[in-house]
């Protein structure tokens, strides 16, 4: 391993000890800078593999994708509440600090999608979709206008909050629905869903993202497109890693890897028509 990276693992190391010193995770001014930090840590493009680490820097990583997963979710929670506030929350939607990053990685997953798809789908389940489900909004808004968008959570608080950003809007409420549900526990109702998105930190581990996988190719109809958040190189010590061998019943169809500011990865992959 050559000193340019060996340099960004102890620099991601020394962040991950002060995340995990902190009382809490909540935004804050020190919260926000130490995220900062490790986020244009992780955008370097040095070369890392992730499975060639030493076994306390994997263990490392995967306390580090978890403490990132809990911000994630507090920082939503904050301008979810913050946004709803509003009379029309979809007006102020564009103060989330990530904003623009999710307007370029919704870009870059309609266009994978529409090489992909003959004709636009009608129905769409986003899995893990939280309290601010930019992904779906934007998409809905900005590129797939006809399409119904199923929003599954299994935090009714986080739904509640998500409902509050669209339901003044006449048009987009009439596309956007939201499920309180364990996707494990959801079976057939899958099958009427074209294209399946699946948020990164839906399976936190390679185990739980597995089990998620498996479960999904289970019960979704065949020939449904099922799209995922993964990492590469060193933005997998920001979140889980999806292996091309773990998508049993599946055929991967297309792959993304960012070199800009966008921070994951995206497969798309389409179940096996023999089922």
Known sequence: MGCQEELLIEKVCEIYDKLSRLENLN???QVNSLLTQLVQTCMSQCHIEITKLNERVQ?????????????EGLLEIHFATLIGSHDKPLNHIKIFPYYSNYLKLSQVEFSMLNKICSRVPK???????????????ILATNHLRTTCFHNFDIDPSANAKAIQLVSS?????????????DIMNVSSSLKQYEVVFLAALVGMDREEKVRVIK???DHI????????RSANGARAFLY???????????????????????INSVIIARKHSQG
């Open 27 to 29: 935004p804050s001014k």
């Open 59 to 71: 263990a490392i990583r995967c306390k580090l994708i978890k403490l990132c997963g809990k911000a």
């Open 123 to 137: 129905h769409i389940a986003f899995v893990g979709s939280g309290p601010l489900p930019l992904t779906s909004i």
């Open 169 to 181: 809007d006449s048009e987009l409420s009439k596309r956007m629905f939201f499920h309180t549900a």
């Open 215 to 217: 479960h999904l190719a």
């Open 221 to 228: 109809a065949p020939g449904t497109l099922l799209l995922m």
């Open 240 to 262: 889980p890693v999806i292996d091309p061998c773990d998508l049993q019943g599946f055929e991967v169809l297309s792959v993304f890897h960012p070199l800009d500011d966008v």
